[in-house]
């Protein structure tokens, strides 16, 4: 059995899924090899040194190998993961300070807004090259995506490509986790279910997991007198619309037109003009003194809150286990009141057969018509960038909900595209 991580220099994303992957028991009872890729040989090196450390820490027989070029350790995979961008923080900068200066009030930038467009364009612009390479060389594979924007970047893979992919996020880990706070009881007491769009999915049950007791009338209650300041908007969404969404301004925040009122006009990781600050977790190396042994490295090697490697388990164990979400194309109406041309958040059913997505209730108008619109900007997203077509750009713009001119959003186009040329193809 082979997994490729690429993407996999990530301190984070990397980290986890190497640690998750030496922690498998099933995979010590088979010949299982981890492939690391990332463009940077310097971050994959580091990172190959602690997978090699962290395999004789944790006595796996995992066989590691690492690569710069994917192609080298493509062939024969049973699993690819993707986690990729290009000049993550600098470029998401842009993203969020252009169009903030053309009016265009954003909370986040990152999966929704006038900003997410360009960094979907980007990340998709890099996956497409992946995927081709993972067609020709290991086209059985299932590929788990995890590169934001999650749902633009899936549709795009599950469109324009035939491969088996899933989208994975861990948004209802953050839930459950908020759920737990406010509640003052434990996680593992609680029990979640819902769907809606990966960032904006909507909660329809919290109950106790052992007695089935309904926890959201206590929820709502506790929540009135919950004070942390990132939950300010998911809380006053609690009350307008009764459900519990993804419990972060910066997520629920990057949707809707007032987004930007709860974080301030500022964008969290530069903050007005400033630069990103030195001490910023993406100019820290993070793992550098644990390679040399100035931390133990038993603190990283603990299991995260991740789910891709819950799922190959079960897959190969043929054991029925039901995950809280996963990211797939709406063609089944696994959420009914949704269209099924664009990509949605469901829970899933994994068993010796694959990856089964699970149908949901349908959710009530006020948050589905969020949601509708969101999934009409992913369609046109993917046609644009399928056909490099400049006016089906200007079509997503208009249905951002902080776009308010089209002679203002013709130009930011304009001046995005020349921006961020390097990484984009040419539209027209």
Known sequence: MKIVVIGAGSQIFGLRAIVDILREPIFQTMDTELALVDTSDEKLQTMFQIATMAKARLNSTVVLKAATDRTLVLSGADYVFISVSNRRYELWEQDFRVPYLYGFKQAYAENGGPGAMFHSLRNIHIIMGICADIERLCPEAYVFNFSNPESRVLLAIKTLTPLRAVGLCHGQNDALNAISRILGRPMDTISIRGGGINHLFWLQQVCDRQTGENLYPLLKERAKEDQTPLFTLPKKLLEIYGMLTYPDNTHAGEFLACGSEYMGGKWVHGLENRKISTLHKSKIDLLQSYLHGKKPLDEILVKSREIAIPIIAAIIKDQPVEFDSGNTI????????????????????????????QSIPALPEGVAAFCRTQM??????????????????LQTLMLEPTVNSIVKAEALIEDMLQLQQEYLPVFK
Request: glycine letters at 6%; hydrophobic letters at 40%; zero cysteines.
């Open 330 to 357: 709406n063609d089944h109406l696994y959420i009914p009141n949704l269209m099924a041309e664009g990509v949605v958040e469901v829970p899933i059913r994994v068993d010796g057969r694959g990856i089964h997505p």
């Open 376 to 393: 009409s900007i992913q369609i046109l997203t993917v046609q644009a960038y399928k056909e490099r077509s400049k006016n089906l750009l």
